[in-house]
């Protein structure tokens, strides 16, 4: 299932919640061009209204598909509302174009971990299990998978796949090209694996890792270890955490892994909360 049942007409005039990504400084850059974003603020066009066309305002209606265009280690997300034309693709993931957006509220990672496991368990009860040490397991293109209770587990495989778990001890695994997996929970684990995968976890002692060129992954919590695993892939963490990193010579083929390191957040230059990326040479280097 790729999406929720609702169905929306291109010709339509809709009010949605939606989720949006953005830069750390709440800039878009559509088309190339730089738009400024403030919390609370409403936008409204009287362009044309065209998904992934300049000029209209572009959200999400499944959390984890805002990942598909800003990660989770580099980026920002609000809750949104969006209303007046509202055009989708079928054929793609959950992102929207609409004529009007409001950005409602920050959701820092756990709070939209959380927006994602609702949203799965809306959208796709069939895969979903609840309870202490519950599964979930869930197969195929744009397959879906929540779990939540202690020791609750979520896997979900295919292109863009979405796993999300809640709870302490709680895993979360996916994989496929752009595939997402995101766990809440002290000890809480989530892994992704194909390029442009992400991995989110929150929770003392949690970790995330995400293999694949492009991946992102991003814990927090005291103890929390994010693993990046991929081809120009990045990872953070917070205080208390840690990194883990690998660089390729890309210059060949196939790629030759060059390099993998490791640090606490507070050693090596790595700060909290930031980015970073490693370079051929095996130096961390920050990813504004």
Same mark, same amino acid.
């Given at each position: 299932?790729? =999406?929720?049942?609702?169905?929306?007409?291109?010709?339509?005039?809709?009010?949605?919640?939606? &989720?949006?990504?953005?830069?750390?400084?709440?800039?878009?850059?559509?088309?190339?061009?730089?738009?400024?974003?403030?919390?609370?603020?409403? &936008?409204?066009?009287? =362009?044309?209204?065209?998904?992934?066309?300049?000029?209209?305002?572009?959200?999400?209606?499944?959390?984890?598909?805002?990942?598909?265009? &800003?990660?989770?280690?580099?980026?920002?997300?609000?809750?949104?509302?969006?209303?007046?034309?509202?055009?989708?693709?079928?054929?793609?993931?959950?992102?929207?174009?609409? %004529?009007?957006?409001?950005?409602?509220?920050?959701?820092?990672?756990?709070?939209?971990?959380?927006?994602?496991?609702?949203?799965?368990?809306?959208?796709?009860?069939?895969?979903?299990?609840?309870?202490?040490? %519950?599964?979930?397991?869930?197969?195929?293109?744009?397959?879906?998978?929540?779990?939540?209770?202690?020791?609750?587990?979520?896997?979900?495989?295919? &292109?863009?796949? /979405?796993?999300?778990?809640?709870?302490?001890?709680?895993?979360?695994?996916?994989?496929?090209?752009?595939?997402?997996?995101?766990?809440?929970?002290?000890?809480?684990?989530?892994?992704?694996?194909?390029?442009?995968? /992400?991995?989110?976890?929150?929770?003392?002692?949690? /970790?995330? %890792?995400?293999?694949?060129?492009?991946?992102?992954?991003?814990?927090?919590?005291?103890?929390?270890?994010?693993?990046?695993?991929?081809?120009?892939?990045?990872?953070?963490?917070?205080?208390?955490?840690?990194?883990?990193?690998?660089?390729?010579?890309?210059?060949?083929?196939?790629? =030759?892994?060059?390099?993998?390191?490791?640090?606490?957040?507070?050693?090596?230059?790595?700060?909290?909360?930031?980015?970073?990326?490693?370079?051929?040479?095996?130096?961390?280097?920050?990813?504004?």
């Amino acid at each position: 299932m790729a =999406k929720k049942s609702t169905k929306i007409d291109a010709t339509a005039e809709a009010t949605l919640t939606t &989720y949006k990504g953005f830069g750390k400084d709440w800039k878009c850059n559509p088309g190339g061009v730089s738009f400024q974003y403030e919390i609370g603020a409403t &936008y409204k066009t009287d =362009k044309q209204v065209v998904r992934c066309g300049a000029g209209a305002f572009h959200s999400v209606l499944m959390p984890l598909d805002a990942w598909n265009y &800003y990660g989770p280690a580099t980026s920002k997300f609000a809750s949104t509302s969006v209303g007046g034309k509202v055009v989708d693709d079928p054929d793609g993931d959950s992102k929207i174009a609409s %004529a009007e957006i409001t950005i409602n509220a920050e959701l820092r990672l756990p709070e939209f971990i959380r927006a994602a496991v609702k949203w799965i368990v809306d959208a796709a009860k069939e895969s979903v299990t609840t309870g202490y040490r %519950a599964h979930a397991a869930s197969t195929g293109n744009g397959a879906h998978a929540a779990s939540t209770g202690n020791g609750a587990h979520a896997a979900s495989t295919g &292109y863009r796949a /979405h796993a999300a778990s809640t709870g302490d001890y709680a895993h979360a695994a996916s994989t496929g090209d752009y595939a997402h997996a995101a766990s809440t929970g002290d000890y809480a684990h989530a892994a992704s694996t194909g390029n442009g995968a /992400h991995a989110a976890s929150t929770g003392n002692g949690a /970790h995330a %890792a995400s293999t694949g060129n492009g991946a992102h992954a991003a814990s927090t919590g005291n103890g929390a270890l994010s693993a990046a695993l991929g081809a120009r892939s990045t990872a953070k963490a917070e205080v208390g955490g840690g990194i883990v990193l690998a660089a390729y010579d890309e210059t060949v083929f196939p790629a =030759k892994l060059v390099a993998v390191r490791a640090s606490l957040v507070g050693q090596n230059g790595i700060e909290a909360g930031k980015s970073y990326r490693l370079t051929t040479a095996g130096e961390f280097e920050i990813v504004e």
